[in-house]
């Protein structure tokens, strides 16, 4: 088909053609790169940070690129309180704009990547990230259509509990919700953590997740648990209910449930915790059920036990032998030991080649583990088939 159009038409379109490349492809490059400048925008980004609370420094260049579109790159970004404490520091930053706000001559950002992330995680804990965008500055939209952050290399600096270090987050709009993957390593890169989920609203100062995943692991180790989950803001509390999951080690997998727990900077609270496993080989079945009612972890550094039980047993073919056992108030404080003045057992075993067949005891007393020296003492009343038992035990590196 041949269109026949005039010179007029030839020339409205040529215009409206010119004319659409100059407003969406001219304008936003001669904005961008040949009025772009360094110091209004430095300027700028700082003006979107509370400056009641906190301070915020670009030691480094603030520099325009090419970066899934046109984006700004920055280096070398600190923030500290108002004492001069270091909470954060970003080594690089990249924050792509928006191509429809850069037609109209403005700045916003709806992505970005940080490459190398230093936090202070005692400042952080101390001094938290509250009200870090000052809501009330006249380029507070700058940051307000950001759809996807990626955070990489994040890092534990001063002296800190548990550091973290080779870190990632990555969070990303996913209609009305929120998606999130946060994963780095502890001790050294002895043992690794991962946390995805997906935060579905925000309730006043409230946080609810669809559904909060984590795994922990090791070389030996491997913990999988799932929870329904709330983050409140202003306590920075993390409320967990309902937590299943799993535990492998070795080549054994156990169930693992904890009714709720409650996390924050300062510890952990968890109520009435199980864990089971039962396996079989060569023969052998065991089967071993772990229940506490209440652990507090204070600081994360001692833990302290309301109540744990413990029931062990073990069949070999015509040989049985179980165990239960509870510990109350069981303390245990990094770089001393566990240690628990009401401990009881009831053992039992049973074998053809016994006289009666069985042996029973019963045991009631203090039991400690100290691992500076690596050594368990146990001082336990009772009696064994009904003969009065004393117990003064000390094993030393598992050898009694």
Same mark, same amino acid.
């Given at each position: 088909m041949r269109l026949n159009l005039s010179r007029t038409k030839i020339r409205v379109l040529f215009w409206s053609i010119f004319l659409l490349l100059m407003i969406t492809v001219v304008m936003p490059f001669f904005f &961008?790169?040949? %009025? &772009? *400048? #360094?110091e209004q925008v430095k300027q700028t980004i700082i003006n979107q940070f509370d400056s009641k609370n906190y301070n915020v420094a670009i030691d480094g260049m603030v520099v325009p690129k090419l970066w899934h579109g046109m984006s700004l790159d920055l280096s070398s970004i600190i923030l500290t309180t108002k004492t001069d404490n270091t909470i954060l520091k970003i080594h690089n930053m990249s924050c792509k704009l928006s191509w429809l706000n850069l037609i109209l001559g403005r700045y916003r950002v709806n992505r970005v990547s940080i490459n190398g992330l230093d936090v202070n995680q005692n400042n952080l804990m101390q001094n938290g990230l509250a009200n870090l965008l000052n809501v009330s500055a006249k380029d507070n939209t700058l940051f307000s259509n950001i759809d996807r952050v990626d955070v990489f290399g994040v890092d534990s600096v001063g002296k800190t509990i548990y550091p973290i270090n080779n870190g990632t987050l990555k969070i990303a709009q996913n209609g009305l919700g929120v998606n999130f993957t946060l994963g780095f390593k502890l001790l050294n890169g002895q043992i690794y953590f991962m946390l995805n989920g997906e935060v579905n609203s925000l309730d006043g100062n409230t946080l609810k997740f *669809? #559904? %909060? !995943? @984590?795994?922990?692991y090791n070389t030996f180790t491997n913990i999988n648990i799932g929870a329904k989950a709330k983050y409140v803001i202003g306590s920075k509390t993390f409320l967990l209910n309902n937590l299943v999951g799993n535990v492998q080690f070795n080549n054994y997998v156990g169930s693992l449930s904890i009714q709720n727990a409650n996390l924050d900077f300062t510890g952990a609270i968890l109520n009435n915790a199980i864990f089971q496993v039962d396996f079989t080989k060569n023969l052998v079945t065991n089967h071993l059920l772990v229940n506490v009612d209440k652990l507090s972890y204070a600081n994360f550094e001692s833990v302290v036990v309301g109540k744990l039980l413990v029931q062990y047993s073990v069949n070999v073919p015509g040989i049985k032998f179980g165990m239960d056992s509870t510990l109350e108030n069981l303390i245990y404080a990094k770089n001393a030991g566990i240690y628990s003045n009401q401990c009881s057992s009831q053992l039992s075993f049973s074998s053809p080649s016994l006289k009666n067949n069985a042996l029973n005891a019963i045991l009631n007393g203090k039991? @400690?583990? !100290? %691992?500076?020296s690596n050594t368990m003492h146990l001082i336990l009343d009772g009696n064994l088939n009904n003969a009065l038992l004393n117990l003064d035990l000390l094993i030393l590196n598992n050898k009694p």
């Open positions: &961008f790169f040949y %009025l &772009f *400048d #360094e *669809d #559904e %909060l !995943n @984590a795994r922990v039991c @400690a583990y !100290n %691992l500076n």
